[in-house]
């Protein structure tokens, strides 16, 4: 299983606009590329925010917002055209872990050993501990769905799109 969590922009209610647009418009790529980029900073939004439209329940960790410790999840979020310009792709960076707050599930338990130092550091309680080794007794982590578009979002790409489609008829002498 890929580490990516893609959203696919191209999704049902947007094909019929988007078949029209490919009829109409000889280049999508600028369409598809502002549609990227709001859907990338919406997805960053949501980190932002706890979560949207519903906030996500609450990290265990004493301190900081939920999922974003390191910022890495929420920075890999970007996006991608297709070959052709016809589709764009939103995804997240390779980060293992990002199936997992995306959709929920269990982690099992394992041990954890130092790889590129010479302990692990910890803090349980407080106290902060240094180890070679530690036993994680597994945990289940909740559904914290961030790779979600929001209404004003799906408003606003088929506003990219009815304008490409217009900009386009004008190019070609059929609006004024």
Do not use: C
């Amino acid at each position: 299983m890929s580490n990516f969590i893609n959203a696919d922009v191209k999704i049902d209610k947007f094909n019929e606009i988007i078949d029209t647009a490919k009829r109409t418009a000889s280049d999508l790529k600028p369409a598809m590329a502002a549609i990227g980029n709001l859907v990338t900073k919406s997805v960053k939004q949501n980190f932002r925010e706890g979560g949207r439209p519903v906030r996500w329940p609450s990290s265990k960790k004493p301190k900081g917002k939920t999922l974003v410790g390191t910022g890495a999840l929420m920075k890999g979020i970007h996006y991608e055209l297709d070959s052709d310009g016809n589709a764009v792709t939103v995804m997240t960076g390779p980060q293992k872990y990002a199936h997992i707050h995306q959709f929920g599930g269990s982690i099992p338990a394992h041990d954890i050993v130092a790889k590129n130092r010479r302990a692990l550091r910890f803090t349980v309680g407080g106290t902060v501990f240094y180890r070679k080794s530690a036993h994680h007794p597994g945990a289940n982590i909740p559904a914290r769905p961030y790779m979600l578009l929001q209404e004003e979002d799906e408003t606003k790409i088929k506003d990219i799109l009815a304008n490409r489609i217009v900009d386009e008829m004008k190019k070609k002498g059929g609006l004024k």
